[in-house]
Nanobody
Framework: QVQLVESGGGLVQPGGSLRLSCVAS????????MGWFRQAPGKERELVAR???????NYADSQKGRFTISRDNAKNTVYLQMNSLKPEDTAVYSC??????????????WGQGTQVTVSS
C-alpha cells in the first residue's frame, strides 16, 4: 500500500508564494513520474506540472515561469514552488505519482489534496 500526503496549502494574497510538498510512503520499489494537478470549483481537474524520474519537466502553459516542480528521490518527495500567485490559481491541488511496487507492477496514486486560496 502506498500513500501520498500533501502539505503546504493555505491562503495567500495575490502576488504571493506557496510551496507544496508531497511525500510518498509505503511499499515503493521505484517512483516514476510525479506530478501536480488542480481542480477549481466547477471545473475539471487539470495538469499543473509533471516531473519524470530523470528530472525532465513539463508545465501547463498558464504556469510556465511562475511555478517550479522538483523532486527529492531520497525523500520520495515532490515539490511545487508557486510564485506570483493569482486568484485564478485558487483550487485544490493534488499530488499524483506512478509508483512501482516491484519489477512487474506499477500503479497510479493520488494524494488527498490541499487547498490553495489566492485572495486579498
Amino acid at each position: 500500500q502506498v500513500q501520498l500526503v500533501e502539505s503546504g496549502g493555505g491562503l495567500v494574497q495575490p502576488g504571493g508564494s506557496l510551496r507544496l510538498s508531497c511525500v510518498a510512503s509505503g511499499i515503493i520499489f521505484k517512483i516514476n513520474a510525479m506530478g501536480w494537478f488542480r481542480q477549481a470549483p466547477g471545473k475539471e481537474r487539470e495538469l499543473v506540472a509533471r516531473i519524470s524520474s530523470d528530472g525532465s519537466t513539463n508545465y501547463a502553459d498558464s504556469q510556465k515561469g511562475r511555478f517550479t516542480i522538483s523532486r527529492d528521490n531520497a525523500k520520495n518527495t515532490v515539490y511545487l514552488q508557486m510564485n506570483s500567485l493569482k486568484p485564478e490559481d485558487t483550487a485544490v491541488y493534488s499530488c499524483n505519482a506512478q509508483i512501482s511496487s516491484s519489477w512487474f507492477r506499477s500503479d497510479d496514486y493520488w494524494g488527498q489534496g490541499t487547498q490553495v486560496t489566492v485572495s486579498s
